[in-house]
């Protein structure tokens, strides 16, 4: 009897174990966020005296789920124009917080550059925060109800003439109706990224495609690096020096300060390589995914990315030169933060808008990423 005993209690004890083995983890009551602030059908009128201050916080509740020791949710706050079912929307942020503020500039800013907005007229958007576990598919992730905002943004837009860069050492040579158009960055600064042709080589600025003056040089203390703008207002001035060239042949970003009368050139990047967490490469930087190079200073590359983070680098295999961004940074755009050698720190990683295929775009001249959906 003891024997049997003893039989039968093994038998259960592994009939137990197999039990508990095959046992399945089933994800029940996970339901989408909520919510709470704004609150639906709020209007928002954005002033430019206010740019730096809060337009809002925008705050929900947490998606509630079982078992509840996962991983907790991603939550991604997305915004769209109204009627477009978020065919292309902005992802504002895409963290496990609940909360996201926004300055009055930052979202008149993406009113106007992203959707295309107007000055003084309102418009009606839409948000919705998306909740995502880890994994795939339609009990992973989980969206609330649309949120309906009224928005005014206020017009940014200032006209400034364009100013064109020429000479020997670029592709224009010194024909004064092909000079290169030059990208207004702030306060009278033009800036442009050109192939330039090495050393003996000269370059100057115009104002006018096919005049002579006004036009930019400099002096004899001018290098080719940094130096003082000398401005030939009119024919009757004297042309000043020429803008030496770099030694090296290759692709420079050019600044010309037509306010402070200064410029300077630095060597850019030729090539760009993706690496990060976000990217099929990973952090490995000698597996980087090359970028196609559309023109100097401007790349493209259509890729697949997860969720994290990714930087750009200008050598497979080195860590320097390298981009990354800012805390201004968002997985649809933002400004790039350059890190020439090791001796400065990193920045912050680009946020990766999720899993998908993505066209990420890298503008060297104004310094600026966007990352789109699809190819």
């Known amino acids: 009897m003891k024997k049997l005993t003893i039989l039968i209690l093994a038998i259960g004890l592994l009939s137990m174990y197999s039990c508990k083995k095959d046992d399945k983890v089933e994800l029940t009551g996970f339901t ?3 919510v709470t602030f704004p609150t639906q059908g709020s209007a928002f009128t ?10 809002c916080t925008f705050t929900w509740l947490a998606s509630p789920y079982s078992p509840s020791n996962l991983v907790p949710p991603v939550y991604t706050l997305e915004m769209d124009t109204a009627g477009h079912k978020f065919a292309d929307p902005k992802v504002l942020t895409s963290s496990a917080g609940l909360t996201y503020p926004i300055t009055v500039g930052a979202m008149n800013a993406i009113v106007l550059s992203k959707f295309e907005g107007q000055g003084g007229v309102a418009g009606t958007f839409e948000f919705r925060v998306k909740s995502q576990l880890s994994g795939t598919g ?4 989980q969206i609330s109800e649309t949120l309906t905002l009224t928005i005014t943004p206020y017009s940014t837009i200032v006209i400034v003439p364009p100013i064109y860069l020429l000479g020997d050492a670029t592709t224009a040579g010194w024909d004064n109706t092909k ?8 306060g009278g600064k033009f800036a442009i990224v050109e192939t330039l042709a090495g050393a003996g080589k000269g370059l100057k600025f115009i104002a006018d495609l096919g005049a002579w003056a006004p036009q930019w040089g400099t002096d004899a203390t001018g290098t080719s690096e940094l130096g003082p703008l000398v ?16 030694a090296e042949v290759g692709d420079y970003y050019i600044l010309a300060d037509t306010a402070l009368l200064t410029y300077e050139i630095s060597a850019t990047s030729a090539q760009l390589f993706l690496v990060g967490a976000a990217t099929t490469a990973g952090w490995d ?8 190079k559309l023109s100097p200073g401007i790349f493209q590359l259509t890729t697949t990315l997860t969720t994290g983070g990714m930087k750009f680098l200008e050598v497979s295999g080195q860590w320097a030169p390298q981009w990354g961004t800012d805390a201004t940074g968002s997985p ?3 400004p790039l933060i350059y890190r020439p050698d090791e001796s400065v720190p990193d920045p912050a990683e680009i946020p990766s808008p999720g899993a998908g295929t993505y066209t990420i775009k890298v503008n060297l001249i104004t310094k600026s990423y966007k990352i789109q959906a699809g190819k």
């Open 285 to 292: 930087n000698t597996k980087g995914i090359p970028f196609e």
């Open 32 to 34: 989408s966020a909520t």
């Open 179 to 186: 000079a290169l158009e030059m990208t207004h960055i702030e």
């Open 231 to 246: 401005y030939r207002p009119t024919e009757s001035v004297p042309d000043p020096a020429q803008i030496p060239s770099p």
């Open 138 to 141: 339609s009990q992973a992730t």
């Open 46 to 55: 954005l002033l430019e005296a206010n740019k730096d201050e809060l337009m």
């Open 332 to 334: 649809n755009d933002g």
